[in-house]
């Protein structure tokens, strides 16, 4: 047989599927839902009034019951702690929790340490240098967290593997590092809203900010409920209602690293200007409770609402050969099926392991996908000219690529025929074409 050259659709792991499935569910209500999820980057801890502000916005919100994501860096959980901030820690018992790294801003940030470092390197660099903020975080809230997002925008896909090893179902934040045509997706499978389309926020300035923000709210309400529903991700820090410059901007801007006996607290704002930025802050959510489709929801309950179908199900012969002639049509990409989505991974994964039990002269048998979700290869093997092997050899490497998966729970990046290598794309081409 022959295998030659494929094109490669990766994001580094070849493990990124799109949610359909919150799409689905939505049309099948009455009025489909509009989804707000209403999160806090909930990081400053050193300036003493940003303790006041989230009291403030938690007992606001708590009055008007609109849950909301409340991502904590470890510091700043100590520090409440150390406080006696008891009043803020019950306050925050009504909504969800999520984790936002153990010092945020104090060098080095995570794209720094893990940007010279490979995918299982990474991922325990990640944990040993994140693991302590999160255990302390649950600890003194009393509960696990539900999600997590990387500080500022220092991103690193092997904060992802940390994730999976912790057990954290989903990725919440916003920054242009990956996107999915601006919708929900799976990342290494890990439940991903990170740059989705509806980002929205109003500004605390006051009448202007709010009118502005009014409109761009109604414009992306109306284009959702048109189309079935969907998210608006709407996010803010408690420390802006109070600073005139983020405490981290303060201490740590451009790389600076000075010792914690150096902090120094950011400038405040007046007491008029800290009253307008909660009562525009106040206004936006009334005005947003006031659109019949909006729901607010929490990270903690985005899972059972945008479920990963593809992982609930079993795949039949028929079903795999459709996929092997997407793949024939389409080459190397996600695939987006009528009730599932299948990342290039997963769809190497199911072709492969078909192959093996098609070359053993075994009946077909259902397939489902490996539980976590597996990942693609951690470096890119670059494609070589077409080589030729025996169909006995070509099986053999078929049994030694499936042994490799459930081993690592990954594709090999290299890939041997015998004595020659040939790239995971190339294999998965060649393999639909069987």
Same mark, same amino acid.
């Given at each position: 047989m022959?295998?030659?050259?494929?094109v490669f659709f990766s994001v580094l792991l070849c493990a990124v599927s799109v949610v359909i499935s919150g799409a689905s569910v939505a049309a099948k209500a009455a009025k489909a839902p509009v989804y707000v999820l209403l999160w806090f980057d909930t990081e400053d801890y050193i300036l003493p009034e940003s303790d006041d502000a989230l009291l403030r916005i938690l007992t606001f919100l708590n009055e008007?019951?609109?849950?909301?994501t409340f991502k904590i860096v470890g510091e700043k959980a100590r520090v409440l702690r150390d406080r006696e901030r008891r009043d803020i820690l019950t306050a925050l018992e009504q909504h969800d929790v999520g984790y936002h790294t153990n010092f945020h801003s104090v060098q080095p940030t995570p794209a720094l340490y893990l940007s010279p470092l490979g995918w299982e390197e990474g991922v325990a660099e990640f944990y040993r240098r994140e693991y302590q903020g999160l255990e302390e975080l649950q600890r003194i809230v009393g509960r696990t967290a539900s999600c997590y997002g990387q500080p500022g925008s220092s991103w690193g896909p092997q904060q992802y593997g940390g994730l999976r090893d912790w057990k954290i179902p989903v990725y919440l934040d916003d920054g242009p590092h990956v996107n999915l045509d601006g919708?929900?997706?799976?990342?290494?499978?890990?439940?991903?809203?990170?740059?989705?389309?509806?980002?929205?926020?109003? /500004?605390?300035g006051g009448t202007d900010d709010l009118e502005q923000a009014k409109i761009e709210f109604q414009e992306a309400y109306q284009e959702l409920e048109v189309n079935g529903g969907g998210v608006i991700s709407i996010y803010y820090h408690?420390?802006?209602?109070?600073?005139?410059?983020f405490w981290d901007g303060t201490n740590f801007r451009n790389g600076a690293n000075p010792p914690r006996s150096e902090w120094q607290k950011p400038p405040?704002?007046?007491?008029? /200007?800290?009253?307008?930025?909660?009562?525009?802050?106040?206004?936006?959510v009334r005005f947003i409770k006031t659109f019949p489709a909006v729901q607010f929801k929490t990270a903690r309950m985005l899972p059972a609402l945008f479920p990963d179908l593809a992982s609930l199900r079993s795949f039949k012969e028929s079903e795999i050969l459709e996929i092997a002639k997407a793949?024939?049509?389409?080459?190397?990409?996600?695939q987006e099926q009528k009730r599932f989505s299948l990342s290039a991974s997963e769809v190497f994964s199911l072709l492969v392991r078909s192959a093996e039990t098609k070359l053993a002269g075994e009946p077909a048998v259902p397939l489902q996908l490996e539980k976590p979700s597996i990942l693609g290869p951690i470096n890119l093997q670059p494609d070589q000219i077409e080589v030729k092997a025996s169909l006995n050899?070509?099986?053999?490497t078929v049994q030694d690529v499936v042994d490799f998966m459930k081993s690592k729970g990954r594709i090999?990046?290299?890939?041997?025929?015998?004595?020659?290598i040939v790239s995971p794309e190339s294999f998965l081409v060649t393999t639909a074409h069987y």
């Open positions: 022959r295998i030659g050259p494929a008007e019951r609109a849950p909301a919708r929900p997706f799976y990342y290494a499978g890990i439940l991903t809203f990170f740059s989705l389309t509806h980002t929205l926020r109003t /500004e605390l408690p420390c802006e209602f109070v600073h005139e410059e405040v704002k007046s007491a008029e /200007e800290v009253e307008t930025a909660h009562a525009t802050f106040e206004a936006y793949v024939e049509a389409r080459g190397v990409d996600y050899q070509y099986e053999r090999p990046e290299a890939i041997w025929l015998g004595s020659q």
